[in-house]
Nanobody, 123 residues
Framework: VQLQASGGGLVQAGDSLRLFCIVSGGTLSNYAIGWFRQAPGDVRREFVAAVSLNGDTYYANAVEGRFTISRDNAKNTVTLQMNNLVVQDTAVYYC?????????????????WGKGTLVTVSS
């Protein structure tokens, strides 16, 4: 199974951006998917949002109310809609998947990680 994140770019504060995570080599419906991000110069990769196998959604406090995660199993795609972006959202964003939601929410030991996509928010 491979995950490919895309949709990053350079935007201004207050703008919106939509990220995509495309799953190949497997069936999306078998996995919970999470988005994580790593800010420049930061060694930590923090949890952003996740969607369970049945569509329940989970968000970090920092993005609650601004970001929306959704899944389309027919298209093997998970989308992260990011609105009202702030400079602190600047990071490389990664999508990752696991058959167990609690593993995704914990951010450790996930079965599959995609390469990241860079989001830069300017002031």
């Amino acid at each position: 199974v491979q995950l490919q994140a895309s949709g990053g770019g350079l935007v201004q504060a207050g703008d919106s951006l939509r990220l995509f995570c495309i799953v190949s080599g497997g069936t999306l419906s078998n996995y919970a998917i999470g988005w994580f991000r790593q800010a420049p110069g930061d060694v930590r990769r923090e949890f952003v949002a996740a969607v369970s196998l049945n569509g329940d959604t989970y968000y970090a406090n920092a993005v609650e109310g601004r970001f929306t995660i959704s899944r389309d199993n027919a298209k093997n795609t998970v989308t992260l809609q990011m609105n009202n972006l702030v400079v602190q959202d600047t990071a490389v964003y990664y999508c990752a998947g696991d058959s167990k939601l609690d593993v995704v929410l914990g951010g450790w030991g996930l079965d599959y990680w995609g390469k990241g996509t860079l989001v830069t928010v300017s002031s």
